[in-house]
T-cell receptor
Framework: NAGVTQTPKFQVLKTGQSMTLQCAQD?????MSWYRQDPGMGLRLIHY???????DQGEVPNGYNVSRSTTEDFPLRLLSAAPSQTSVYFC????????????FGPGTRLTVL | GESVGLHLPTLSVQEGDNSIINCAYS??????FIWYKQESGKGPQFIID?????DKRQGQRVTVLLNKTVKHLSLQIAATQPGDSAVYFC????????????FGTGTQLKVEL
């Protein structure tokens, strides 16, 4: 198993550009989520999904969209990037909705100029 | 382990000594707690967890203590090794009700040879 994979590892955007951060897991996990990590802070939940076709907002959802068309993939979209979205983004998954141990991907470092 | 501004609290220990990393959690309703280790450039990695019906749990070289009265967690690492150098986060959640992990701000552990 590759576990949780994320692409790209690094990305630089200009303000107003759009892009999609990719996340995939090959463990058949029901639950997937996106976090952002800023310097000196813990991870904050952006969006999560409890299964294909179902998504919900986390703590800091503004400026981000998600979809979950398959169990394996959970892309995060930035429609109009802003400098405040400069951060490291982590995707995570867990086996079932009501088990709590999440497994994290390696992260995407995004810089918005 | 609360941080101020952009600086993580840092714990420096000598190789072979025991390390104790502390965390204050915020929600008295939280009943499941997890410690994660994050090495530079990587995603958080699960270390150990504990449920609120326990006050101590041991793993391989690690022990987590939970004090619900003062909402405090600690992670003890025995015989600290250079490979233990990382940022350590505690996370809290409510089992079954919330799919949201709330992370602490992290503590940087530095192991000196």
């Amino acid at each position: 198993n590759a576990g949780v994979t994320q692409t790209p590892k690094f990305q630089v955007l200009k303000t107003g550009q759009s892009m999609t951060l990719q996340c995939a897991q090959d463990m058949n996990h029901e639950y997937m989520s996106w976090y952002r990590q800023d310097p000196g802070m813990g991870l904050r939940l952006i969006h999560y999904s409890v299964g294909a076709g179902i998504t919900d907002q986390g703590e800091v959802p503004n400026g981000y969209n998600v979809s979950r068309s398959t169990t394996e993939d959970f892309p995060l979209r930035l429609l109009s990037a802003a400098p405040s979205q400069t951060s490291v983004y982590f995707c995570a998954s867990k086996d079932r909705v009501y088990t709590d141990t999440q497994y994290f991907g390696p992260g995407t470092r995004l810089t918005v100029l | 382990g609360e941080s101020v501004g952009l600086h993580l609290p840092t714990l420096s220990v000598q190789e072979g000594d025991n390390s104790i990393i502390n965390c204050a959690y915020s929600n008295s309703a939280s009943d499941y707690f997890i410690w994660y280790k994050q090495e530079s450039g990587k995603g958080p990695q699960f270390i150990i967890d504990i449920r609120s019906n326990m006050d101590k749990r041991q793993g391989q070289r690690v022990t987590v203590l939970l004090n619900k009265t003062v909402k405090h967690l600690s992670l003890q690492i025995a015989a600290t090794q250079p490979g233990d150098s990382a940022v350590y986060f505690c996370a809290e959640t409510i089992t079954g009700g919330g799919n949201k992990l709330t992370f602490g701000t992290g503590t940087q552990l530095k192991v000196e040879l």
